[in-house]
């Protein structure tokens, strides 16, 4: 997937979770994509991320400490 199209499937997540309460908005988007993005993107997110966060809604920069990040994929 193209680095702009994972980084607005991440953002269009996080724009929904900000509807909800502050306390589970975090929470919210690393669930999602915990359960929703297979290890691939997972993996594609973190090489983005891992070399800048540019572009990226600070709620999704907040929610990479909580998603799991997957091993050996690539």
Do not use: C
Request: charged fraction near 30%; proline fraction near 7%.
């Amino acid at each position: 997937m193209s680095p702009d199209k994972l980084r607005y499937q991440a953002n269009q997540i996080a724009t929904f979770f900000a509807s909800q309460p502050e306390a589970e908005q975090v929470e919210g988007v690393a669930d999602h994509i915990n359960k929703f993005w297979d290890p691939r993107m997972r993996a594609q997110l973190f090489e983005i991320t891992d070399d800048s966060i540019e572009g990226f809604k600070p709620m999704v920069v907040k929610a990479l400490g909580r998603i799991r990040r997957p091993e050996g994929v690539g």
